[in-house]
Protein backbone atom coordinates (compact mmCIF):
# COMPACT_ATOMS: atom_id res chain seq x y z
CA UNK A 1 0.00 0.00 0.00
CA UNK A 2 1.31 3.38 -0.90
CA UNK A 3 -0.07 7.02 -1.20
CA UNK A 4 0.56 9.04 -4.35
CA UNK A 5 -0.13 11.97 -6.01
CA UNK A 6 -2.55 12.18 -8.98
CA UNK A 7 -4.09 14.97 -10.86
CA UNK A 8 -3.68 16.85 -7.33
CA UNK A 9 -5.24 14.77 -4.91
CA UNK A 10 -3.55 12.20 -2.84
CA UNK A 11 -4.89 8.53 -3.57
CA UNK A 12 -4.10 5.03 -1.53
CA UNK A 13 -2.86 2.52 -4.46
CA UNK A 14 -2.23 -1.07 -3.57
CA UNK A 15 1.70 -3.06 -4.99
CA UNK A 16 0.06 -3.06 -8.38
CA UNK A 17 -1.40 0.04 -8.68
CA UNK A 18 -5.04 0.17 -8.05
CA UNK A 19 -6.76 2.31 -6.13
CA UNK A 20 -7.96 0.98 -2.44
CA UNK A 21 -10.63 3.32 -1.79
CA UNK A 22 -12.79 4.06 -4.53
CA UNK A 23 -14.07 7.47 -2.79
CA UNK A 24 -10.71 8.74 -3.85
CA UNK A 25 -11.44 8.06 -7.37
CA UNK A 26 -13.03 11.22 -9.71
CA UNK A 27 -12.28 11.94 -13.72
CA UNK A 28 -9.37 13.61 -13.48
CA UNK A 29 -7.64 10.55 -11.55
CA UNK A 30 -8.83 8.47 -14.29
CA UNK A 31 -7.32 10.45 -16.87
CA UNK A 32 -3.93 10.50 -14.46
CA UNK A 33 -4.09 6.53 -14.35
CA UNK A 34 -4.97 6.17 -17.96
CA UNK A 35 -2.01 8.26 -18.81
CA UNK A 36 0.08 5.87 -16.55
CA UNK A 37 -1.13 3.08 -19.17
CA UNK A 38 -0.39 5.18 -21.91
CA UNK A 39 -4.12 5.87 -22.92
CA UNK A 40 -5.37 9.25 -24.05
CA UNK A 41 -9.64 9.25 -22.30
CA UNK A 42 -11.83 9.29 -25.30
CA UNK A 43 -15.72 9.40 -25.03
CA UNK A 44 -15.21 5.71 -26.39
CA UNK A 45 -13.17 4.58 -23.47
CA UNK A 46 -15.66 6.21 -20.97
CA UNK A 47 -18.49 5.01 -21.93
CA UNK A 48 -16.36 1.65 -21.17
CA UNK A 49 -15.62 2.88 -17.75
CA UNK A 50 -19.20 4.51 -16.91
CA UNK A 51 -20.32 0.42 -17.88
CA UNK A 52 -18.17 -0.79 -15.02
CA UNK A 53 -19.14 1.58 -12.75
CA UNK A 54 -23.04 1.46 -12.95
CA UNK A 55 -22.27 -2.96 -13.29
CA UNK A 56 -19.73 -2.84 -9.92
CA UNK A 57 -22.71 -1.15 -7.86
CA UNK A 58 -25.00 -3.69 -9.26
CA UNK A 59 -22.73 -6.80 -9.19
CA UNK A 60 -20.33 -5.67 -6.54
CA UNK A 61 -17.74 -7.16 -8.83
CA UNK A 62 -15.70 -6.01 -12.37
CA UNK A 63 -17.35 -7.55 -15.69
CA UNK A 64 -15.56 -9.93 -17.48
CA UNK A 65 -15.25 -9.56 -21.39
CA UNK A 66 -18.60 -11.41 -22.26
CA UNK A 67 -20.83 -9.35 -20.01
CA UNK A 68 -18.90 -5.61 -21.33
CA UNK A 69 -20.19 -7.55 -24.89
CA UNK A 70 -23.66 -8.67 -24.03
CA UNK A 71 -24.64 -6.49 -21.56
CA UNK A 72 -22.49 -3.22 -22.07
CA UNK A 73 -22.82 -3.69 -26.21
CA UNK A 74 -18.94 -3.14 -26.23
CA UNK A 75 -17.34 -5.57 -29.14
CA UNK A 76 -14.06 -6.93 -27.81
CA UNK A 77 -12.49 -6.19 -30.79
CA UNK A 78 -12.93 -2.12 -29.73
CA UNK A 79 -11.85 -3.27 -26.30
CA UNK A 80 -8.36 -4.23 -27.61
CA UNK A 81 -8.23 -1.15 -29.48
CA UNK A 82 -8.88 1.10 -26.60
CA UNK A 83 -7.01 -0.73 -24.08
CA UNK A 84 -4.33 -2.62 -25.93
CA UNK A 85 -2.68 -5.32 -23.99
CA UNK A 86 -5.29 -6.28 -21.38
CA UNK A 87 -8.35 -4.49 -21.65
CA UNK A 88 -9.98 -5.47 -18.48
CA UNK A 89 -7.37 -5.12 -16.15
CA UNK A 90 -6.42 -1.69 -17.49
CA UNK A 91 -10.36 -0.46 -17.41
CA UNK A 92 -11.23 -1.44 -13.88
CA UNK A 93 -7.92 0.13 -12.44
CA UNK A 94 -8.72 3.61 -14.36
CA UNK A 95 -12.22 3.03 -13.18
CA UNK A 96 -10.98 3.16 -9.85
CA UNK A 97 -11.90 -0.56 -9.35
CA UNK A 98 -9.67 -3.59 -7.80
CA UNK A 99 -8.03 -6.17 -10.47
CA UNK A 100 -10.39 -8.50 -11.32
CA UNK A 101 -9.76 -11.90 -9.98
CA UNK A 102 -11.38 -13.24 -13.27
CA UNK A 103 -13.15 -15.95 -10.83
CA UNK A 104 -11.98 -18.74 -9.22
CA UNK B 1 -48.77 -33.68 -0.69
CA UNK B 2 -46.17 -31.06 -1.11
CA UNK B 3 -43.97 -31.35 -4.01
CA UNK B 4 -39.90 -31.07 -4.09
CA UNK B 5 -38.93 -30.81 -7.49
CA UNK B 6 -34.98 -31.62 -8.42
CA UNK B 7 -33.73 -30.69 -11.96
CA UNK B 8 -30.71 -32.42 -13.05
CA UNK B 9 -29.31 -35.65 -11.90
CA UNK B 10 -25.37 -34.65 -11.51
CA UNK B 11 -23.39 -34.66 -8.82
CA UNK B 12 -25.54 -31.62 -7.16
CA UNK B 13 -28.76 -33.29 -7.79
CA UNK B 14 -28.13 -36.77 -6.53
CA UNK B 15 -26.70 -35.63 -3.28
CA UNK B 16 -29.90 -33.53 -2.73
CA UNK B 17 -32.38 -36.45 -3.68
CA UNK B 18 -30.66 -38.38 -0.75
CA UNK B 19 -30.26 -35.86 1.90
CA UNK B 20 -34.25 -34.88 0.99
CA UNK B 21 -35.19 -37.93 0.93
CA UNK B 22 -33.38 -38.75 4.39
CA UNK B 23 -34.66 -35.74 6.08
CA UNK B 24 -37.71 -34.23 4.53
CA UNK B 25 -41.28 -34.92 6.35
CA UNK B 26 -43.52 -37.46 4.91
CA UNK B 27 -45.47 -34.90 3.80
CA UNK B 28 -42.88 -34.36 0.92
CA UNK B 29 -43.54 -36.12 -2.25
CA UNK B 30 -39.83 -36.02 -3.83
CA UNK B 31 -39.00 -35.75 -7.87
CA UNK B 32 -35.86 -36.12 -9.39
CA UNK B 33 -35.43 -35.20 -13.32
CA UNK B 34 -32.89 -35.75 -15.54
CA UNK B 35 -32.30 -35.93 -19.56
CA UNK B 36 -29.87 -38.81 -19.74
CA UNK B 37 -29.76 -42.29 -17.84
CA UNK B 38 -25.74 -42.35 -17.63
CA UNK B 39 -24.12 -40.22 -14.16
CA UNK B 40 -20.71 -39.74 -15.53
CA UNK B 41 -17.72 -39.27 -12.98
CA UNK B 42 -16.50 -36.06 -14.92
CA UNK B 43 -13.02 -35.56 -12.70
CA UNK B 44 -12.27 -39.26 -14.59
CA UNK B 45 -12.36 -37.58 -18.17
CA UNK B 46 -9.19 -36.08 -17.43
CA UNK B 47 -7.45 -39.76 -16.92
CA UNK B 48 -8.54 -41.06 -19.64
CA UNK B 49 -6.54 -39.99 -22.42
CA UNK B 50 -3.33 -40.82 -20.71
CA UNK B 51 -5.17 -44.45 -20.35
CA UNK B 52 -4.84 -44.32 -16.24
CA UNK B 53 -8.79 -44.53 -16.52
CA UNK B 54 -10.92 -46.54 -19.16
CA UNK B 55 -14.74 -45.63 -20.55
CA UNK B 56 -15.91 -48.36 -17.85
CA UNK B 57 -14.53 -46.18 -14.75
CA UNK B 58 -16.36 -43.16 -15.53
CA UNK B 59 -19.83 -44.27 -16.20
CA UNK B 60 -22.98 -45.87 -14.17
CA UNK B 61 -26.78 -45.90 -14.41
CA UNK B 62 -28.19 -42.47 -12.97
CA UNK B 63 -30.91 -44.38 -11.36
CA UNK B 64 -28.57 -46.93 -8.97
CA UNK B 65 -27.59 -43.52 -6.85
CA UNK B 66 -30.80 -42.17 -6.69
CA UNK B 67 -32.97 -42.95 -3.37
CA UNK B 68 -36.54 -45.24 -3.70
CA UNK B 69 -38.32 -42.10 -2.34
CA UNK B 70 -37.94 -39.72 -4.98
CA UNK B 71 -39.45 -40.41 -8.34
CA UNK B 72 -37.11 -40.51 -11.05
CA UNK B 73 -38.07 -38.88 -14.46
CA UNK B 74 -35.85 -39.43 -17.68
CA UNK B 75 -37.32 -36.42 -19.65
CA UNK B 76 -35.43 -33.22 -21.02
CA UNK B 77 -37.01 -30.09 -19.50
CA UNK B 78 -38.53 -27.45 -21.83
CA UNK B 79 -38.85 -24.54 -19.37
CA UNK B 80 -38.96 -23.60 -15.73
CA UNK B 81 -41.85 -21.00 -15.10
CA UNK B 82 -40.92 -19.13 -11.50
CA UNK B 83 -43.64 -16.94 -11.75
CA UNK B 84 -46.54 -20.27 -11.98
CA UNK B 85 -44.43 -22.66 -9.64
CA UNK B 86 -44.26 -25.41 -12.58
CA UNK B 87 -42.24 -27.01 -14.88
CA UNK B 88 -42.64 -27.80 -18.56
CA UNK B 89 -40.90 -31.02 -19.25
CA UNK B 90 -39.79 -31.89 -23.33
CA UNK B 91 -43.02 -33.34 -24.06
CA UNK B 92 -45.24 -30.72 -22.85
CA UNK B 93 -45.66 -32.52 -19.32
CA UNK B 94 -46.32 -29.56 -16.85
CA UNK B 95 -44.80 -30.41 -13.49
CA UNK B 96 -46.15 -28.34 -10.34
CA UNK B 97 -43.98 -27.67 -7.26
CA UNK B 98 -44.03 -26.32 -3.46
CA UNK B 99 -40.12 -26.35 -3.42
CA UNK B 100 -37.64 -26.08 -6.72
CA UNK B 101 -34.03 -26.69 -6.46
CA UNK B 102 -32.15 -26.39 -9.92
CA UNK B 103 -28.54 -28.58 -10.15
CA UNK B 104 -28.55 -28.29 -14.43
CA UNK B 105 -25.19 -27.98 -13.93
CA UNK B 106 -22.99 -26.06 -17.20
CA UNK B 107 -21.55 -27.27 -19.99
CA UNK B 108 -19.15 -26.59 -22.86
CA UNK B 109 -19.91 -24.01 -25.46
CA UNK B 110 -17.06 -24.42 -27.86
CA UNK B 111 -20.24 -22.44 -30.76
CA UNK B 112 -19.23 -19.46 -28.56
CA UNK B 113 -15.27 -19.32 -30.09
CA UNK B 114 -14.89 -18.02 -33.71
CA UNK B 115 -13.47 -20.85 -35.29
CA UNK B 116 -13.56 -23.55 -32.77
CA UNK B 117 -16.25 -26.05 -34.15
CA UNK B 118 -14.65 -26.22 -37.92
CA UNK B 119 -12.89 -28.46 -39.88
CA UNK B 120 -10.13 -29.21 -37.27
CA UNK B 121 -13.19 -29.56 -34.23
CA UNK B 122 -12.67 -33.66 -33.54
CA UNK B 123 -9.65 -34.26 -35.50
CA UNK B 124 -6.51 -31.95 -34.52
CA UNK B 125 -8.74 -30.26 -31.42
CA UNK B 126 -10.66 -31.80 -28.81
CA UNK B 127 -11.85 -30.90 -25.24
CA UNK B 128 -11.65 -33.65 -22.28
CA UNK B 129 -14.68 -31.60 -20.35
CA UNK B 130 -17.64 -34.29 -21.96
CA UNK B 131 -17.29 -38.26 -22.66
CA UNK B 132 -17.29 -37.97 -26.17
CA UNK B 133 -14.59 -34.94 -26.17
CA UNK B 134 -12.35 -37.33 -23.66
CA UNK B 135 -12.88 -40.28 -25.87
CA UNK B 136 -11.70 -38.94 -29.30
CA UNK B 137 -8.67 -37.05 -27.29
CA UNK B 138 -8.00 -40.56 -25.64
CA UNK B 139 -7.20 -41.83 -29.86
CA UNK B 140 -5.52 -38.47 -30.50
CA UNK B 141 -2.84 -38.85 -27.77
CA UNK B 142 -2.22 -42.53 -28.67
CA UNK B 143 -1.78 -41.63 -32.12
CA UNK B 144 0.29 -38.62 -31.00
CA UNK B 145 3.70 -39.02 -32.50
CA UNK B 146 5.27 -35.24 -31.44
CA UNK B 147 4.73 -31.50 -32.65
CA UNK B 148 2.73 -28.96 -30.70
CA UNK B 149 0.64 -29.73 -28.19
CA UNK B 150 -1.34 -26.78 -27.64
CA UNK B 151 -3.90 -26.23 -23.88
CA UNK B 152 -6.22 -23.49 -24.37
CA UNK B 153 -8.77 -22.11 -21.81
CA UNK B 154 -11.19 -19.87 -23.28
CA UNK B 155 -12.37 -17.83 -20.97
CA UNK B 156 -13.42 -17.92 -16.97
CA UNK B 157 -15.34 -19.07 -15.37
CA UNK B 158 -14.66 -23.27 -16.06
CA UNK B 159 -15.81 -25.91 -14.11
CA UNK B 160 -12.72 -27.54 -11.97
CA UNK B 161 -10.47 -24.32 -12.61
CA UNK B 162 -7.06 -26.89 -12.09
CA UNK B 163 -8.31 -29.40 -14.44
CA UNK B 164 -6.34 -27.78 -17.65
CA UNK B 165 -2.97 -27.06 -15.01
CA UNK B 166 -3.22 -31.27 -14.84
CA UNK B 167 -3.56 -31.76 -18.44
CA UNK B 168 -0.55 -30.44 -19.00
CA UNK B 169 1.24 -31.99 -16.14
CA UNK B 170 -0.21 -35.65 -17.16
CA UNK B 171 0.67 -34.89 -20.54
CA UNK B 172 4.38 -34.20 -19.37
CA UNK B 173 4.16 -37.41 -17.68
CA UNK B 174 2.93 -39.10 -20.30
CA UNK B 175 4.95 -38.14 -23.19
CA UNK B 176 7.85 -38.92 -21.01
CA UNK B 177 6.74 -42.57 -20.43
CA UNK B 178 6.45 -42.77 -23.87
CA UNK B 179 9.87 -41.63 -25.28
CA UNK B 180 8.09 -38.55 -27.06
CA UNK B 181 8.27 -35.67 -24.45
CA UNK B 182 11.33 -34.50 -26.19
CA UNK B 183 9.79 -34.17 -29.53
CA UNK B 184 6.84 -32.27 -28.18
CA UNK B 185 6.55 -28.51 -26.98
CA UNK B 186 3.90 -28.40 -24.37
CA UNK B 187 2.11 -24.46 -24.81
CA UNK B 188 -0.29 -23.66 -22.07
CA UNK B 189 -2.50 -20.27 -22.74
CA UNK B 190 -4.30 -19.06 -20.59
CA UNK B 191 -6.44 -15.84 -20.40
CA UNK B 192 -5.18 -15.39 -16.84
CA UNK B 193 -2.10 -13.75 -16.02
CA UNK B 194 -1.02 -16.98 -14.48
CA UNK B 195 -1.29 -20.49 -13.60
CA UNK B 196 -4.42 -19.89 -11.32
CA UNK B 197 -6.99 -17.74 -10.51
CA UNK B 198 -5.09 -17.06 -6.71
CA UNK B 199 -1.35 -15.01 -6.25
CA UNK B 200 -0.04 -18.09 -3.85
CA UNK B 201 -0.85 -21.10 -5.68
CA UNK B 202 -0.42 -19.67 -8.70
CA UNK B 203 3.36 -18.45 -8.50
CA UNK B 204 3.82 -22.54 -7.29
CA UNK B 205 2.34 -23.63 -9.81
CA UNK B 206 3.50 -21.57 -12.23
CA UNK B 207 7.33 -22.64 -11.22
CA UNK B 208 6.25 -26.04 -11.76
CA UNK B 209 5.11 -25.47 -15.14
CA UNK B 210 8.37 -23.71 -15.49
CA UNK B 211 10.20 -26.70 -13.92
CA UNK B 212 8.47 -29.13 -16.36
CA UNK B 213 9.54 -26.85 -19.75
CA UNK B 214 6.11 -26.58 -20.58
CA UNK B 215 5.81 -23.08 -22.42
CA UNK B 216 3.13 -20.72 -20.77
CA UNK B 217 1.29 -17.88 -22.96
CA UNK B 218 -0.40 -15.86 -20.09
CA UNK B 219 -3.03 -12.91 -20.58
CA UNK B 220 -4.09 -14.59 -24.25
CA UNK B 221 -8.33 -14.30 -25.02
CA UNK B 222 -9.00 -16.37 -28.15
CA UNK B 223 -10.34 -14.82 -30.36
CA UNK B 224 -11.01 -17.43 -33.30
CA UNK B 225 -8.85 -20.80 -34.20
CA UNK B 226 -7.83 -20.60 -37.48
CA UNK B 227 -8.29 -24.21 -39.16
CA UNK B 228 -6.46 -23.99 -42.14
CA UNK B 229 -3.51 -22.51 -40.66
CA UNK B 230 -4.09 -24.58 -37.32
CA UNK B 231 -3.72 -22.32 -35.00
CA UNK B 232 -5.15 -19.96 -32.70
CA UNK B 233 -5.42 -16.31 -32.69
CA UNK B 234 -5.97 -13.97 -29.27
CA UNK B 235 -8.07 -10.88 -29.62
CA UNK B 236 -4.60 -8.87 -29.23
CA UNK B 237 -3.29 -10.97 -32.77
CA UNK B 238 -0.91 -13.13 -31.18
CA UNK B 239 -0.73 -16.48 -33.15
CA UNK B 240 0.01 -20.16 -31.47
CA UNK B 241 0.04 -22.99 -34.00
CA UNK B 242 -0.82 -26.43 -33.12
CA UNK B 243 -0.64 -30.01 -34.34
CA UNK B 244 -3.05 -30.57 -31.67
CA UNK B 245 -5.39 -28.50 -29.75
CA UNK B 246 -6.83 -29.54 -26.56
CA UNK B 247 -9.58 -26.93 -26.01
CA UNK B 248 -11.40 -26.03 -22.50
CA UNK B 249 -14.45 -23.92 -24.34
CA UNK B 250 -16.59 -21.46 -22.68
CA UNK B 251 -18.56 -22.47 -19.99
CA UNK B 252 -21.99 -22.04 -19.62
CA UNK B 253 -25.07 -22.71 -17.69
CA UNK B 254 -28.08 -24.96 -19.30
CA UNK B 255 -29.68 -23.55 -22.53
CA UNK B 256 -33.14 -24.36 -20.06
CA UNK B 257 -32.00 -21.43 -18.07
CA UNK B 258 -31.56 -18.89 -20.77
CA UNK B 259 -35.33 -20.75 -22.20
CA UNK B 260 -36.08 -19.69 -18.62
CA UNK B 261 -34.83 -16.00 -18.98
CA UNK B 262 -33.32 -17.08 -15.63
CA UNK B 263 -29.43 -16.33 -15.93
CA UNK B 264 -26.76 -14.07 -15.85
CA UNK B 265 -24.57 -13.87 -19.73
CA UNK B 266 -23.47 -16.87 -19.17
CA UNK B 267 -27.07 -18.67 -18.04
CA UNK B 268 -25.79 -19.08 -14.98
CA UNK B 269 -28.47 -18.03 -12.25
CA UNK B 270 -28.14 -15.42 -9.69
CA UNK B 271 -27.58 -17.11 -6.27
CA UNK B 272 -27.63 -16.08 -2.95
CA UNK B 273 -24.01 -16.88 -1.40
CA UNK B 274 -24.58 -17.50 1.45
CA UNK B 275 -28.39 -19.55 1.37
CA UNK B 276 -28.02 -20.68 -1.97
CA UNK B 277 -31.39 -19.17 -2.85
CA UNK B 278 -31.99 -17.83 -6.30
CA UNK B 279 -32.27 -14.73 -6.33
CA UNK B 280 -35.26 -14.16 -8.46
CA UNK B 281 -37.61 -16.12 -6.61
CA UNK B 282 -37.98 -17.61 -2.48
CA UNK B 283 -38.66 -21.16 -3.54
CA UNK B 284 -36.06 -21.71 -5.94
CA UNK B 285 -32.75 -22.96 -4.89
CA UNK B 286 -29.58 -23.58 -7.15
CA UNK B 287 -26.47 -25.40 -6.20
CA UNK B 288 -23.76 -26.71 -7.96
CA UNK B 289 -22.25 -25.39 -11.30
CA UNK B 290 -25.65 -23.82 -12.29
CA UNK B 291 -25.02 -21.11 -9.77
CA UNK B 292 -23.03 -17.80 -10.47
CA UNK B 293 -21.13 -17.89 -7.10
CA UNK B 294 -17.36 -16.83 -6.74
CA UNK B 295 -15.96 -20.23 -6.16
CA UNK B 296 -14.89 -22.55 -7.81
CA UNK B 297 -17.32 -25.46 -10.16
CA UNK B 298 -16.42 -28.30 -8.44
CA UNK B 299 -18.10 -31.59 -6.74
CA UNK B 300 -16.69 -31.10 -3.98
CA UNK B 301 -18.15 -27.32 -3.55
CA UNK B 302 -21.61 -28.91 -4.83
CA UNK B 303 -20.85 -31.47 -2.04
CA UNK B 304 -20.15 -28.85 0.24
CA UNK B 305 -23.28 -26.90 -0.76
CA UNK B 306 -25.47 -29.77 0.03
CA UNK B 307 -24.90 -30.03 3.45
CA UNK B 308 -25.76 -26.78 3.65
CA UNK B 309 -28.91 -26.64 1.51
CA UNK B 310 -30.57 -29.72 2.95
CA UNK B 311 -30.26 -27.72 6.51
CA UNK B 312 -32.03 -24.71 4.92
CA UNK B 313 -34.99 -26.02 3.03
CA UNK B 314 -35.48 -28.48 6.11
CA UNK B 315 -35.91 -25.07 7.49
CA UNK B 316 -37.79 -23.37 4.86
CA UNK B 317 -40.20 -26.38 4.58
CA UNK B 318 -40.96 -25.65 8.12
CA UNK B 319 -41.48 -21.91 7.74
CA UNK B 320 -38.00 -21.31 10.18
CA UNK B 321 -35.64 -18.85 9.62
CA UNK B 322 -32.88 -20.52 7.41
CA UNK B 323 -29.57 -20.40 9.56
CA UNK B 324 -26.61 -22.07 7.55
CA UNK B 325 -24.48 -20.66 5.35
CA UNK B 326 -22.22 -21.31 2.96
CA UNK B 327 -18.87 -19.85 2.83
CA UNK B 328 -17.68 -21.19 -0.84
CA UNK B 329 -15.20 -24.10 0.45
CA UNK B 330 -13.61 -25.86 -2.45
CA UNK B 331 -11.12 -28.68 -2.10
CA UNK B 332 -9.41 -30.14 -5.07
CA UNK B 333 -6.50 -32.25 -6.01
CA UNK B 334 -4.37 -31.13 -8.05
CA UNK B 335 -2.16 -34.22 -10.43
CA UNK B 336 1.29 -33.15 -11.47
CA UNK B 337 2.13 -36.00 -13.19
CA UNK B 338 4.85 -39.07 -11.78
CA UNK B 339 2.66 -40.36 -9.45
CA UNK B 340 2.56 -37.07 -7.33
CA UNK B 341 -0.32 -34.55 -6.36
CA UNK B 342 -1.61 -31.52 -5.18
CA UNK B 343 -4.21 -30.44 -2.64
CA UNK B 344 -5.96 -26.85 -2.23
CA UNK B 345 -8.83 -25.76 -0.01
CA UNK B 346 -9.98 -22.48 -0.07
CA UNK B 347 -13.36 -20.43 0.15
CA UNK B 348 -14.61 -17.03 -0.61
CA UNK B 349 -12.57 -14.95 1.56
CA UNK B 350 -9.47 -17.26 1.79
CA UNK B 351 -7.23 -18.47 -1.02
CA UNK B 352 -5.17 -21.89 -1.16
CA UNK B 353 -1.97 -21.39 0.97
CA UNK B 354 0.61 -23.93 2.01
CA UNK B 355 0.26 -26.41 5.09
CA UNK B 356 -1.18 -29.52 6.26
CA UNK B 357 -5.10 -31.21 6.02
CA UNK B 358 -7.24 -31.60 7.34
CA UNK B 359 -5.72 -32.08 10.82
CA UNK B 360 -2.55 -29.56 11.56
CA UNK B 361 1.30 -30.48 11.72
CA UNK B 362 -0.27 -33.93 11.13
CA UNK B 363 -1.90 -33.63 7.36
CA UNK B 364 -2.09 -36.19 6.10
CA UNK B 365 -2.45 -34.46 3.11
CA UNK B 366 0.01 -31.61 2.36
CA UNK B 367 -1.85 -28.26 1.33
CA UNK B 368 -0.04 -26.66 -1.61
CA UNK B 369 2.58 -29.54 -1.54
CA UNK B 370 3.63 -32.17 -4.11
CA UNK B 371 3.13 -35.26 -2.77
CA UNK B 372 2.70 -38.76 -3.37
CA UNK B 373 -0.19 -39.06 -1.30
CA UNK B 374 -1.93 -36.29 -2.43
CA UNK B 375 -1.84 -38.23 -5.60
CA UNK B 376 -3.54 -41.56 -4.22
CA UNK B 377 -6.53 -39.35 -2.32
CA UNK B 378 -6.68 -37.87 -6.00
CA UNK B 379 -7.62 -41.91 -7.00
CA UNK B 380 -9.15 -42.78 -3.83
CA UNK B 381 -11.81 -39.76 -4.91
CA UNK B 382 -13.69 -42.20 -7.58
CA UNK B 383 -14.16 -44.78 -4.75
CA UNK B 384 -15.41 -41.82 -2.30
CA UNK B 385 -17.30 -40.22 -5.22
CA UNK B 386 -19.15 -43.31 -5.67
CA UNK B 387 -19.83 -44.78 -2.74
CA UNK B 388 -20.05 -41.76 -0.34
CA UNK B 389 -20.44 -38.63 -1.85
CA UNK B 390 -22.99 -39.46 -3.71
CA UNK B 391 -25.10 -40.82 -0.90
CA UNK B 392 -24.88 -37.58 0.68
CA UNK B 393 -22.81 -38.59 3.58
CA UNK B 394 -20.32 -35.94 5.09
CA UNK B 395 -16.56 -37.39 4.23
CA UNK B 396 -14.97 -37.92 7.46
CA UNK B 397 -13.17 -35.12 9.35
CA UNK B 398 -13.96 -32.32 6.41
CA UNK B 399 -16.31 -29.74 7.10
CA UNK B 400 -18.48 -27.63 4.82
CA UNK B 401 -17.31 -24.64 6.76
CA UNK B 402 -13.42 -24.49 5.82
CA UNK B 403 -10.99 -24.47 8.31
CA UNK B 404 -8.12 -22.09 9.20
CA UNK B 405 -6.68 -24.72 10.91
CA UNK B 406 -3.20 -26.41 9.16
CA UNK B 407 -3.12 -23.43 6.60
CA UNK B 408 0.37 -21.34 6.55
CA UNK B 409 -1.37 -18.08 6.36
CA UNK B 410 1.02 -14.94 4.89
CA UNK B 411 -0.11 -11.67 5.75
CA UNK B 412 -0.66 -10.76 2.37
CA UNK B 413 -3.00 -14.01 1.76
CA UNK B 414 -5.00 -13.28 4.90
CA UNK B 415 -8.35 -12.31 4.04
CA UNK B 416 -9.33 -9.08 4.98
CA UNK B 417 -13.06 -9.91 6.07
Not at chain 2, 73 to 78: D, H, L, P, Y
Not at chain 2, 82 to 93: C, M, R, S
Not at chain 2, 216 to 225: L, P, R, Y
Request: hydrophobic share 40%.
Amino acid sequence: MATKELAGSSVEVNEEGYLTDRTQWNEAVAAALATEEGIELSDEHWKVLKFIESDFAEKQAVPGMRRLNKVGGIPTKDLYRLFPGGPIKKAARIAGFPKPASCV
Amino acid sequence: MKKLLILGAGTAGTIMANTMSRKAGKDWEITIVDQSEVHYYQPGYLFMPFGVYTEKDVQKPRKKFLPSRATYRQSGIEQICPEDNKVILAGGEELGYDILIVGTGCRIAPEEIDGLTGSDWGKRSHDFYTFEGARKLTAAMKDWQGGRLVINIAEMPIKCPVAPLEFAFLADWYLTQRGLREKTEIVYTTPLSGAFTKPVASAILNHLLEEKGIIVEQDFAIGSVDNEGHKIVSWDEREVPYDLLVSVPTNMGDRLIERSNMGDELNFIPTNRDTLQAKAKENIFVIGDATDLPTSKAGSVAHFEAEVLTENILSYMKGEEMEERFDGHANCFIESGFGKGFLLDFNYEQEPVPGHFPFPHVGPFGLLSQTRLNHLGKLAFKYVYWHMLLKGYPIPFVDHRMSYLGKKIPNKAKASA
